[in-house]
């Protein structure tokens, strides 16, 4: 019951290039998309996320991408620094516990 | 205390063998949460309180899963009679309420064999 596509499942990025992840979602009563940031042996932490009434969110070198009618968001990583590396978790709900969450983006930023 | 706090960190049990997982939220938390993550895999939803109340357990595999929050602050996800494909980390996180920012621990690694 995979109602959240994520993908590529792993990116390789240059240090200073920009990274792109992208979701789908199916459900369309889902009005919130937080983006989660995982390192190994940590559990996710919020990076960003967006509601459906505005169609870009930044927060220093990270946007978020949402697009309603294609039922898509996607996660910018500008500058990519090696520190980025990580595994990213898109994930949309309209509560904590209907949260669905994608399969994950392995990042992997080269110096 | 400063940030969700799981245990045991990582637990290997051998087939049919019961096991239970720890899970201090952040105090005030409301919310509580516990997720299931395989190998490779987004974390998925298991069960739900909302202070000592379980509002929702419909993520739960099977009736070997059982979890409770008798005072509502500390949680425990108990495993019965655990099968190999139970193998995963068990992620607990907390919000203020049901919406909002999720915090999550670092996870408790169960490891069947």
């Known amino acids: 019951q995979q109602q959240v596509k994520q993908s590529p499942q792993s990116l390789i990025v240059q240090k200073g290039g920009i990274s792109i992840i992208n979701c789908a979602y199916e459900n369309t009563a889902f009005d919130y998309f937080p983006w989660y940031q995982q390192f190994p042996g940590k559990g996710p932490a919020l990076l960003i996320a967006i509601r459906p009434d505005v169609s870009e969110k930044k927060e220093g070198r990270f946007t978020i991408s949402f697009n309603k009618s294609a039922k898509q968001f996607s996660l910018h990583i500008m500058d990519s620094q090696p520190g980025d590396s990580a595994t990213y978790f898109c994930a949309a709900g309209d509560n904590n516990n209907d949260m669905r969450f994608g399969a994950g983006t392995r990042l992997t930023v080269k110096p | 205390g400063a940030g969700v706090s799981q245990s045991p960190r990582y637990k290997v049990a051998k087939r049919g063998q019961d096991v239970a997982l720890r899970c201090d939220p952040i105090s005030g938390h409301v919310s509580l949460f516990w997720y299931q993550q395989a190998l490779g895999q987004g974390p998925e939803f298991l069960t739900y309180f909302q202070n000592e109340a379980q509002l929702d357990k419909s993520g739960l595999p099977s009736d070997r899963f059982f979890a409770e929050r008798p005072e509502g602050s500390v949680s425990t996800l108990k495993i019965q009679r655990t099968q190999q494909e139970d193998s995963a980390v068990y992620l607990c996180?907390?919000?203020?309420?049901?919406?909002?920012?999720?915090?999550f621990g670092e996870g408790s690694r169960l490891t069947v064999l």
């Open positions: 996180a907390s919000s203020l309420g049901l919406t909002g920012e999720l915090f």
